[in-house]
């Protein structure tokens, strides 16, 4: 979803969108004979063990660099055009522009508008709040309000040991629940999860603070959502690139991994 609706949701670094593909290379080289699909030798590689499996899944859901700037242009637009007019109608109207037009971009390219996709609904929903008030920092609530609920949700998830990257898991292996089997795996998946809500418990911590704040505190709203947007979830997903390379757990389909 847009970063202005969602505080900058999470995407992957290049390192984490670029280790899923050369690991997914390599094996296609040694496991790929005359009769296999390229296709074929792909999929098999990415998942050959658990830590494979999640940086690819990942790559794949989270939408890499690209994804990140189409959520960082609307609240930049939205933002940077508040503070020099004041005028949220413009406001908004240049934010929502920024994200039709990289929709666009993506229809002409013929390439998944998901990822803008998300974008355009999250900057829709805030300038529903910041219309319906009339104060600019009203737009950035629905991101607050986000980020609390997932952080509440994945803390949840760990704490019944169904931390919510094993799903990732299940999703490759065609059980959804085998990974759970597995005490090793869900310690793993329990630790990832960990570096997934962190980003979004301190997007609550610094900005429903600023929010609620007297006078206006748009400006300072945008600058925290773009600092703690992209950057921010890099960071985390930096952490869980080195994590994730430290081990090999092998993962076997269609029982425990």
């Known amino acids: ?14 390192e984490t969108a670029g280790s899923g593909g050369r690991e997914a290379g390599e094996t ?10 390229p296709a074929a030798g792909k999929e098999t590689t990415a998942h050959d063990t658990v830590e494979a499996a999640v940086r690819a899944q990942l790559s794949k859901a989270l939408g890499g660099v690209r994804g990140m700037i189409e959520a960082a242009v609307p609240v930049i637009g939205f933002t940077g ?34 990822f803008v996709l998300n974008s355009l609904v999250g900057i829709t929903v805030a300038a529903i709040f910041a219309l319906r008030s009339g104060d600019a920092e009203d737009a950035f609530l629905p991101g607050i309000m986000l980020n609390a609920g997932y952080a509440a949700a994945m803390i949840f998830s760990i704490a019944v040991r169904w931390p919510i990257v094993g799903f990732i898991i299940g999703s490759v292996t065609g059980d959804p629940t085998a990974w759970r089997r597995d005490p090793g795996i869900v310690k793993l998946c329990s630790r990832l999860t960990w570096l997934l809500v962190t980003p979004c418990i301190a997007r609550v911590v610094v900005q429903y ?32 690139v080195w994590l994730l390379a430290r081990g090999r757990t092998p993962l076997e389909r269609g029982k425990a991994a």
């Open 1 to 14: 979803m847009s970063e202005l609706g969602t505080s900058g949701g999470p995407g992957p670094g290049p």
């Open 28 to 37: 296609a080289k040694t496991t790929g004979g005359p009769g296999a699909s």
């Open 81 to 114: 055009t508040f503070v020099v007019t004041e005028d949220v109608q413009l406001a908004v109207t240049v934010g929502i522009g920024a994200a039709v037009m990289l929709l666009g971009v993506r229809l002409m390219q013929r390439s998944s508008p998901q």
């Open 209 to 240: 603070p600023i929010y609620i704040a007297d006078g206006d505190q748009s400006a300072l709203l945008g600058a925290a959502k773009i600092a703690m947007g992209w950057p921010l979830q890099v960071a985390a997903l930096a952490a869980m």
